[in-house]
């Protein structure tokens, strides 16, 4: 069964930095395209990061320089480095697989997503 599970998250001040880390079980994280998502109450969710199969990165424009998405397949595990985390970052964090891949993902194809994991909260307050 594929699962992945998230971990990492907490409380930060504005500026500060944070590191998460996403899991898999059941499957070999690099032969699927795997990216990150967050969700804050009362909005949809939405794509952080993305790396596909061949390593390839895809970024949300709201973290474009800020954030950081890495893949250790010696541990099955991606990350995602935050700096500077800004008021508006805080959110449940989400890894899962984008059904379209991560191209069809950021560039106008389905959103859609499985395995989600169960998530980990960020939040950012001074």
């Not at 709201?62 to 890495?70: A, I, L, N």
Request: charge should be negative; aromatic fraction near 10%; include cysteine.
């Amino acid at each position: 069964q594929m699962q992945l599970v998230e971990s990492g998250g907490g409380l930060v001040q504005p500026g500060s930095s944070l590191r998460l880390s996403c899991t898999a079980s059941g499957f070999t994280l690099d032969d699927y395209a795997v990216g990150w998502f967050r969700q804050a109450p009362g909005k949809e969710r939405e794509g952080v990061s993305c790396i596909t199969s061949d390593g390839n990165l895809y970024y949300g424009d709201s973290v474009k320089g800020r954030f950081t998405s890495s893949r250790d397949n010696a541990k099955n595990t991606m990350y995602l480095e935050m700096n500077d985390l800004k008021p508006e970052d805080p959110a449940v964090y989400y890894c899962a697989t984008p059904l379209h891949g991560c191209w069809g993902y950021y560039n106008g194809g389905s959103t859609d997503v499985a395995n989600l994991g169960p998530g980990t909260q960020v939040t950012v307050s001074s």
